[in-house]
């Protein structure tokens, strides 16, 4: 992603008579690295490519353990992915946006005869904001991810 972004730059795309010197075929594999690497819908793209690569490497060697009858690691025959930190980044940065607690959006209770001391204490508990835990569960999730 790196290397593809780097190409993209203007000072690189301005090369136009080094850019006219490559194969058909590269430009073609060019362009299709380039809708690949577009940023839309949040690197939709990149991240289901990521995901595959994963897959693959979950399938691959779950048959390989399976018909070798071994629990070794035998991914090194295996290709893989690099992880785009970039793509890691952008989501710590948009998840740390969110707020960490929750605002309680229902009405609050009406209100009980005061005689139940359990009732007194939900309702006290109810009126409080709540931990935020998906943000904190994808910020576990990410920092897992990206090392």
Not at 29 to 39: S, T
Request: glycine share 4%; charged share 20%.
């Amino acid at each position: 992603m790196q290397i593809l972004l780097g190409l993209q730059s203007p000072a690189v795309s301005r090369l136009e008579r080094t850019w006219q010197r490559l194969d058909h075929y590269e430009l073609q594999v060019f362009g299709e690295l380039k809708e690949l690497a577009k940023p839309f819908l949040n690197w939709k793209s990149v991240r289901h490519a990521m995901s595959q690569a994963i897959q693959q490497m979950d399938e691959s060697s779950a048959v390989e353990s399976v018909l070798t009858k071994s629990r070794a690691d035998v991914t090194s025959n295996h290709r893989g992915c690099i992880p785009f930190l970039g793509l890691y980044l952008s989501d710590l940065v948009f998840n740390s946006e969110l707020p960490n607690f929750i605002a309680l959006s229902a009405p609050s209770p009406s209100p009980l005869p005061s005689d139940q001391d359990d009732d007194s204490f939900l309702r006290s508990r109810l009126t409080t904001q709540l931990v935020n835990y998906n943000k904190f569960r994808t910020m576990g999730k990410l920092n897992n991810q990206s090392t």
